[in-house]
């Protein structure tokens, strides 16, 4: 595995000695990368002072070049001192791929990440305009560190066990503005997330793909307290932030609900403790998940000629409203796309039947602060717990007809959600234990997927008392994760490049104390201490001849610097994600 990884970094840059490499663990996408049909550097670019201003170049298909496989291979160097960054990569107004950057250090650290985006093969087929934002500040004082990014395709003509059948249109549900040389993100809740598409009238297949991340007060929704609490520590202004640790994406076609997306809680690079995800990163930093929503059921309203309303939302918990849903804070970024499988033999599809069976999540939410009285009687608030607990099903289905052939089609979905959290100490001191489950189902490949994440997260913050962000400080953080999923994809599955179920158990465990200087992006040396570890096991249900069986790695890190790393073909017991040890001063969860 080592060789594979070196000959992907060797082949964009050229790495200076005592470069420190970063990396999350992740199964490769394919066994080997060895003699692609054709390989090309899509772009090199630096990214210093590139808010507002990312790289805008030309995508084109390699010439005399036959591929079915494409995979994106995405180089990072960086030195200097710099917060992580959000990262979004399109080929016109449609996103493809969103990353985020992990903190670099004064003698520099490197990262290469390898993407499959050959379910995106009809855009990667023609010639158009391609976009990677990473919006970056240098001032020369603060913030030096640039990132330097190459982006390298990798194609090769592999032949898939069932066929390979990519979908003949991709459309987007963006701003569309790519035309201005910018990205088509959705800012939630300000932007509308609304457009309108006319699918063709033969379409057989409808698959949406939504990517949604929260950002700023955001970032850390699954943290948030419902609004009403956000100010239960006067003395602490400003720290907690509202509209509940509750959030679903949903997308809507017409105004009504067609599925959601209860998402993954991720922590970035920068995230609670920056001390804590380096040189391992958090798990999904370098590629954040993106949802499925089979649309097929829909098939018999879109299919009639006419444009149809395909929008993106977000909410949260709101306790005073009467469906217990309601906005969320800024900002959300989201953008979707539509995929499309046409039926040749048909003019247009029909269907009958069509049965939306759709209930508002049921919620449980119970709330206790703690009071202190002082000797001269005057109360203060001391603690705030909470508990919240929600739960969905939805399913949609109908009977298509498309040519000769008729079929039920089915879209299901079960999910629950639990968020318990308690704070001390002004709420300097925070514990959180969190789950969230659930399942989903197409009559596409009938197999039900499923996926939990829970978990256990602790952190306790030393400030100067004239402000957090202005004087030196410091964060003990404990956390205790997992993301754990089996199934399939709906969009590899109707390609081809998947033909059975997978699974992905992976854990992360960190114990970090990290002490900013004044700088605050900069840790101390000599105060600063990590320990961690990462398991991952996966087994894969891929057509393709290079495709991955099975995959494990386990790395064991301190300090920057890794002291395990074993990984290798073949699956691995993961440990189970546990309640967090008792450390001074942990409110109990």
């Known amino acids: 595995m080592g060789l594979i990884h070196t000959a992907l970094v060797l082949a ?28 090309r550097v899509i772009f090199e670019h630096s990214f210093g002072n590139s808010y507002g201003a990312p790289y805008v170049g030309a995508y084109s298909p390699p010439d005399q070049c036959d591929f079915t496989t494409a995979i994106f291979n995405l180089s990072v160097v960086s030195s200097g001192r710099q917060y992580d960054r959000l990262a979004t990569l399109w080929l016109g107004d449609i996103e493809i791929w969103r990353t985020s950057t992990a903190m670099p250090s004064q003698s520099g650290i490197h990262w290469s990440f390898q993407k499959d985006v050959t379910v995106w093969h009809p855009l990667l087929t023609r010639s158009q305009k ?152 958090g798990i999904d930093a370098f590629e954040l998940p993106s949802f499925e929503v089979d649309i097929t059921p829909w098939l018999g309203l879109l299919t009639d000629g006419q444009a149809h309303t395909f929008q993106l939302r977000v909410v949260g918990f709101d306790g005073s409203a009467e469906n217990g849903m309601g906005p969320v804070g800024e900002n959300w970024w989201v953008s979707g796309s539509v995929f499309v499988w046409l039926d040749d033999a048909a003019e247009q599809t029909v269907a009958r039947s069509f049965r939306s069976e759709i209930a508002g999540p049921a919620f449980d939410f119970h709330s206790s602060i703690g009071v202190a009285i002082a000797a001269d009687g005057t ?105 754990l999923t089996d199934g399939i994809s709906a969009l590899s599955f109707l390609t081809g490049t998947s033909i059975g ?10 114990t970090s104390s990290y002490h900013w200087n004044s700088t605050i992006v900069e840790g101390t040396e000599g105060l600063d201490t990590m320990d961690g570890e990462v398991w991952l096991s996966y087994s894969g249900g891929s057509a393709g001849e290079a495709g991955v069986a099975g995959y494990h790695r386990y790395a064991l890190e301190k300090n920057d610097s890794v002291l395990t790393d074993e990984q290798g073909w073949g699956q691995m017991p993961v440990p189970s994600t546990i309640p967090l040890p008792y450390v001074e001063g942990e409110p109990m969860v």
């Open 130 to 281: 391609i976009i990677f934002d990473l919006g970056n500040l240098i001032d020369g004082d603060r913030y030096t560190g640039p990132f330097n990014v190459t982006l390298e395709a990798l194609y090769f003509d592999d032949e898939y066990a069932a066929g390979f059948h990519p979908a003949e249109h991709i459309y987007p549900i963006s701003t569309r503005s790519s035309s201005s040389n910018t990205t088509s993100l959705f800012s939630l809740p300000g932007d509308s997330g609304s457009v309108n598409l006319t699918l063709p009238r033969n379409t057989k297949h409808a698959v949406v793909s939504l990517a949604a991340s929260g950002n700023g007060a955001e970032e850390f929704w699954f943290t948030n307290v419902p609004t009403e609490y956000v100010n239960t520590f006067p003395g602490n202004e400003g720290w907690l932030y509202g509209y509940s640790p509750f959030r679903e994406v949903q997308v809507l076609i017409n105004g009504q609900l067609a599925g959601v997306s209860w998402p993954f809680p991720i922590l970035f690079t920068g995230g609670v403790d920056p001390g804590a995800w380096r040189p391992i990163v």
């Open 501 to 510: 179920s997978g699974s992905l158990k992976t854990r992360q465990n960190v």
């Open 379 to 483: 109360a203060t608030n001391s603690s705030l717990y909470f508990a919240l607990t929600a739960s969905r099903n939805l399913t949609v289905s109908s009977t298509i007809t498309s040519g000769t052939e008729t079929r039920e089609v089915t879209w299901t979905q079960s999910l629950s959600f639990s968020n318990i959290q308690n704070m001390t100490g002004q709420a300097f001191n925070q514990s959180l234990a969190m789950v969230t489950s659930g399942s989903h189902s197409s009559s596409a490949s009938n197999i039900v997927s499923h996926y939990t994440y829970p978990m256990n997260l602790f952190s306790a913050y030393d400030v100067a008392s004239s402000g957090a962000t202005t004087n030196p400080g410091s964060v003990l953080c404990l956390v205790d994760r997992s993301k």
């Open 12 to 39: 964009c840059c050229s790495l200076s000695q005592g470069v420190l490499e970063v990396f999350q663990a992740t199964p490769p996408p394919r066994m080997h990368f060895d003699a692609p049909t054709c390989r």
